[in-house]
């Protein structure tokens, strides 16, 4: 009997998804393994017509693809599932075992889980009850700790960059401040990155509580010294001193995550209510998700999946992919996720950006 596994994409898209598919098919087939796909997360466990043979020829030409071809969802936690019923009231429903129960019916031996911190989180609880998993880190924010990078990061950061880049011609244009708002919930892993490269005057990231006095000194000394524009990058979970992250409330269905958003507004109409600078604000949001993956995304994620396939076939369960320069390692995945990665104030990468004069905020 031919040895069989479930690949599932969940949480936020990433540029570099496909890749992985490809390398794990690829990789397992070369092993004499049937490889499947579930759509929307665990969908196939769920729905057979959710649930997709990938052969290589399915993967073909995937390699370049943003997004991921068996879709994704973060709404789809299977250990608390919100139901409304027919009175309008939100009933929070397990249907894990049900899940569970599919899996082994349908004779998988494993389950490459790709996703983030709450993907990863659902995949551990899963281990738990006796499914063999496989993770591997996905997220765009770059904030997981035991592994030293995740795919989709580069390129979020070369978009937003692109982004800052275009924006200095029309900020100089017009003697305007423009505040860019990027993604980053608790890590300002893109901020500071895009910021530096992109040359921008303030970089304001969650790891350090910012003062609108300081940001708008740097401003007034741009114009000391004959430079009438600004530049200002904006995480969207960074918050002032004394304040709170900035939210556009909660999400679908009564569900706990808080949907962040608004910093980056907030921050420009301060800065021209205190200095009387024409400013703009615009949010870069999903437009760092998508796109074809650079070239090291592309590479990285190839080698997490090919990693993932070799952990199946050691029946590391359990376990997550992780990338420790210039090896591909194994991490529990309880340790990988029981903590966030954020920016270390004292990195040379804040010390450069401090020394070339931009101003963080405090």
Known sequence: MREKILISTGGGDAPGLNAVIFAVVKSATRKGWEVYGSRSGYGGLLDRDDLVRLSPEDVEGILPVGGTILGSTNKGNPFAVPVENLAGEIKIVDISDKILSNFKRMGFF??????GDGSLDIAHRFAQKGMP??????TIDNDLEATDRTFGFDTAVSTATDAIDKLHSTAKSHDRVMVVEVMGRESGWIALYSGISGGADVILIPEIPFSLDAVCEKIADNELHDKHY?????AEGAASEGGQVMSKGKGELGRDEVVLGGVGEWVAAEIRDRLGKDTRSLVLGHLQRGGSPTTFDRLLALRFGAAAVRMAEAEMFDHMVAWTPP?????????????RKKVDLSSDKVLTAREIGI????
Do not use: F, N, Q
């Open 110 to 115: 494993c389950h490459v889980a790709i996703g």
């Open 230 to 234: 600004s530049i200002v990058v904006v």
């Open 359 to 362: 101003c963080l905020g405090d």
């Open 327 to 339: 090896t591909m390692t194994s991490v529990p995945i309880a340790d990988a996720i029981c903590r």
């Open 133 to 138: 998993v496989i993770g591997v880190p996905k």
